[in-house]
């Protein structure tokens, strides 16, 4: 499966952002779906994970309640809807899939998106 991310920019803290990620190829709806980000200097980070059933499980305390993980089966879209954002969200961010069994395995995650630049200004 090819994976095109879009919808990254520069964002005032507090404001929101929806990230998209079309993908191409083989059955979308047969894998999970996941969004890393990776600032500078840091390693990349698993930030929120879908399963093929729309069951979401979020690795990371700091997005709860602020960001939203979505998939559009019918379209081969996934989106991330990111509210309130803060400096600290500034990364690089990713959108994945990896096959269903593994879905929560940050190393399994075989097929990436191009990544798609997020700034927030303080």
């Known amino acids: 499966v090819q994976l095109q991310a879009s919808g990254g920019g520069l964002v005032q803290a507090g404001g929101s952002l929806r990230l998209a990620c079309v993908a191409s190829g083989r059955a979308f709806s047969d894998y999970a779906i996941g969004w890393f980000r990776q600032a500078p200097g840091k390693e990349r980070e698993f930030i929120v994970a879908m399963r093929w059933n729309g069951i979401a499980t979020t690795f990371v305390d700091s997005v709860k309640g602020r960001f939203t993980i979505s998939r559009d089966n019918a379209r081969n879209t996934m989106y991330l809807q990111m509210n309130s954002l803060k400096p600290e969200d500034t990364a690089v961010y990713y959108c994945?899939?990896?096959?269903?069994?593994?879905?929560?395995?940050?190393?399994?995650?075989?097929?990436w998106g191009q990544g798609t630049q997020v700034t927030v200004s303080s």
């Open positions: 994945a899939a990896a096959l269903e069994s593994v879905w929560y395995l940050r190393e399994r995650y075989a097929y």
